[in-house]
């Protein structure tokens, strides 16, 4: 199947990697030439602008930010005026509520369709083929893409037939692990300053009520102060907590917990964790707490 | 073996059940007589007084608080009192560090042993046997009442040497469930508000990031508010929730998901919560988006 | 002097009659021409389009938010095109960092200047002339204006020569007067709840050690559950939080109370009471401690 | 007039010396014998034990904490063994609502009486008369210790019959001081990072809309980092917000604002922050922004 795919960051790159890998006619276009190049070598065409990636009857967008995704699909050679009528964009970054709505009637007005498909997981996961798929939008559109999803995930979720009910769930999904995260954190802190061995803590934990991979993976992150190289950057975690206060703030849903989580990130991006892992505002009560060890503050000082 | 057991509560008489089923030699005390008939019809013996438990070598307490504990093991009559030389107290009870350091230190001074072992499960879970044990204390002491903590738990993990390190640990994971409640709680309100379906959404949370069992049931229980009547009680829930923090504030570890938790717990005993589970904290984030559904108010009102 | 005056809702009218009062020449704009009768019965000169109110070399704006401003200063016929060259914009509403920036900038390159001038005060304060002006901008172009500046204000307090620094310290003191409203607010709860005479409880606060007339305001709106009509609306303040939220992420200074203060607002606007005065998020302790008089949901429902 | 007076501490020497210079027979008590000899060389009366200091009508207590006011009072030689029948114990420490209950009844029942009297003011105001005194107890009594009363403060509000309703008022209005300081520390931190002179700020507040001296002097004391000496400790602020959450928790009170200032004060203290004046709970958001100036840091290292 033919496919564009822009945006090789390391979600992104990973993705792509795998349709490659799975025979997929693939065209690659990313903003710095240099990111385009391994997947070239593994047998993906160069596509040397937006629009040149939109040959093909469907393109995947795999970005950081808003602002990127609206450049890509709404500026001038933009998707919605290069892809052909009736073709498919699969967003599959995670975005604000308010742009897969301005995203979908763009599409809508150009006759194109639009498919929100936000993913969960890490890049291991990615470069694994074990990433869920959350979707949104048209039935028969997902139905056209499956054989393209069905490389990249292992499996596929529909949530809503509006695309945007994608993204909010995608929000939502990383508001919860986020608060798992500084749960661990304080109790790690707690347990620690206590006395117990914070690792067999977190191993009664995660064999016991909480067992969710999830629970392991960034009880043992904080555990061992292991915040770089960072997996989900901090800066982009941030990012979707303030995407989800804000959909919260419009649709009057009060979220205490969010807030917390809102200052607990900006507390680490103030120190200079904009690239730590996500999991390292889960070291911020150990800091407060006194623990000495210094992951937070060598890996922001770099 | 022969063993006392003092509190037949839901969970309680669950777990005596089972020893008396596992044709242990089970004596049982509940200060309300209607509670241990149930037992002696299963085969235990009835104690009519605390001391009257204390016959044999091991006497489990498994009470609602602090109070209850320190006035049967340490009041007149007492099981320090009663118990053998030698005899060892395990108590199943969640309760402070602080009471765990005072028991451990008077069971010694009377020349017994003391053991915590405070369990995570539900009613339905000590029906089954499938509670998991936290415990902490002397590993001798631990080897003895091998027999009978592999009937009441699908498994026992020896958290600390110290008998008060198992409460630490109980608290601090207590504390993260409640965490997960909260967060479910604040996207289910989010999600819901925001057009998708609370359930689906539940269902893709739970099959693919967090798959833990305490997801699921407290996701369902949230989505369809289905709070009373209760497996664990709100009033019990904020009691851990505090002496979390109680701890927290004597080791100095700042914790402020820890004191949301407790605001919330809070507004809903203020509501009258008390009796309802405690995953009804999850239900105050869609009472605040204006959610009409009532049962937070209804149980609230029984 | 010669003046134009852009928007006449509560503030506005009060601040633009005192101009008129003080033998100003002034033209009055406002998008709904009824609003525009009583000044013009005043005595002001009528104007029928922003641009039409910017004939002499100053002109006033006074808008509900950064829409409405920037739409008046930067949209098509706006002040930017219409001021002569050397005209001042002075905008005393209480508009973001963000937006006062981009003014300064598109009036420095139309030519022109802007000052910005936000206000300390409710309706009654304006109307007798006793508001506070934080002024940030050019010292030339204040002195300038400083004719009209002191029929407005009892006092002007030049706080920076960026126009955006009277912003910036706007928002703060808003978020100072809001922490304390919510302090109120949870203190009047308890110690009601405990037995004290509410209102004594706000005369021994206010004639001790917090004598500042806010806290009497305030103090006495939350004892007695008056918050309607609104002085300041609670939308209008949490569009305030969320401004100063939003510099603060910018700025990377975590602000706790902040985020608690959002959460305030939204729960009450969730309620319906968008048109309550500020001091209502006051009164929601009290709700959640169970104080049944019902200011807060009568009002809400109208 | 006679009276005994036990805590010789900041705030008692202070307290005392003023009943001396104004030549009433007071006999001072302190456990710490150096603490006794400035008073006596003033003129006081040396008393070697709290019974000693019981041989008027009239003993007034003023220290640290509930558990030495509980020694004092209700410990073997204690006040209600030692004062006579009919005569007035005045308590004017902040104790908490449980206390100051458990005293009334042990007072009535020696047949004594209870006056709660806690004072608003630090060190500086108690030496010149200028502190505000919270009373509550029997009219009667409260006319008795008039003359002393009004040497120590310069005014006497009757808030409550019941003694223990002053101790909640005394914890409400330090809980709505402290709160703002929280205020004034994340105001500061905004405004100082967004370029603006944080002194010229306070000014600016403290002229206009937010003019208690409370403002002025905390204010002062956040933009100078001048936290030590204190005139009232961190340790001791600490101990009055948690009396008051649980008074809260008693009452069924929600307070998050009274949440979030328990766990800064948890923070300034874990950092070593005691001895500190709890002004430094705001210089936590201009540490966390980023601020390099090290007042916090240095005084907690001592």
């Given amino acids: 199947m033919q496919a564009g795919f822009i945006g090789l960051g390391h979600m992104g790159a990973a993705m792509a990697g795998r349709l490659v890998a799975a025979s997929h006619d693939?065209?690659?276009?990313?903003?710095?030439?240099?990111?385009?190049?391994?997947?070239?070598?593994?047998?993906?065409?160069?596509?040397?602008?937006?629009?040149?990636?939109?040959?093909?009857?469907?393109?995947?967008t795999m970005l950081a930010d808003d602002a990127a995704v609206e450049q890509v699909a709404l500026g001038p050679d933009g998707i919605t005026q290069s892809l052909a009528v009736g073709g498919i964009h699969i967003s599959m970054s995670t975005i604000s509520i308010a742009l897969a709505r301005k995203?979908?009637?763009?599409?809508?007005?150009?006759?194109?369709?639009?498919?929100?498909?936000?993913?969960l997981g890490r890049p291991e996961a990615a470069a694994a083929g074990k990433?869920?798929?959350?979707?949104?939008?048209?039935?028969?559109?997902?139905?056209?893409?499956?054989?393209?999803?069905?490389?990249?995930?292992?499996?596929?979720?529909?949530?809503?037939?509006?695309?945007?009910?994608?993204?909010?769930?995608?929000?939502?999904?990383?508001?919860?692990?986020?608060?798992a995260i500084e749960a661990l954190g304080?109790?790690?802190?707690?347990v620690g300053k206590g006395g117990l061995d914070r690792q067999a803590f977190i191993d009664l934990l995660t064999s016991t009520v909480l067992t969710a991979p999830a629970y392991k993976t960034y009880g043992d992150l904080i555990v061992h102060?292991?915040?770089?190289p960072a997996g989900f950057?901090?800066?982009?975690?941030?990012?979707?907590?303030?995407?989800?206060?804000?959909?919260?703030?419009?649709?009057?849903?009060?979220m205490p917990l969010a807030g917390l989580l809102d200052e607990r990130f900006l507390r680490l991006l103030a120190r200079g964790g904009n690239d730590l892992d996500w999991a390292a505002i889960g070291g911020l009560a150990g800091l407060d707490a006194g623990d000495q060890r210094?992951?937070?503050t060598v890996s922001a000082k770099k």
């Fill in 233 to 254: 950057a901090a800066a982009l975690g941030h990012k979707d907590i303030r995407l989800a206060l804000g959909v919260a703030a419009e649709l009057r849903v009060p």
């Fill in 131 to 179: 990433l869920f798929i959350i979707a949104g939008g048209d039935t028969a559109a997902l139905m056209t893409c499956k054989p393209l999803l069905d490389v990249i995930g292992q499996r596929t979720i529909t949530i809503s037939a509006e695309p945007c009910g994608a993204n909010l769930a995608k929000l939502a999904i990383n508001f919860l692990v986020a608060s």
């Fill in 26 to 60: 693939v065209t690659v276009y990313n903003r710095d030439p240099q990111k385009r190049r391994p997947l070239v070598e593994l047998g993906a065409t160069e596509a040397t602008s937006p629009a040149d990636a939109c040959r093909g009857p469907v393109v995947i």
């Fill in 294 to 296: 210094t992951a937070l």
């Fill in 225 to 228: 102060q292991r915040f770089s």
């Fill in 103 to 119: 995203l979908a009637l763009a599409h809508k007005h150009a006759g194109q369709r639009f498919i929100s498909a936000p993913v």
């Fill in 186 to 190: 304080e109790s790690v802190a707690l």
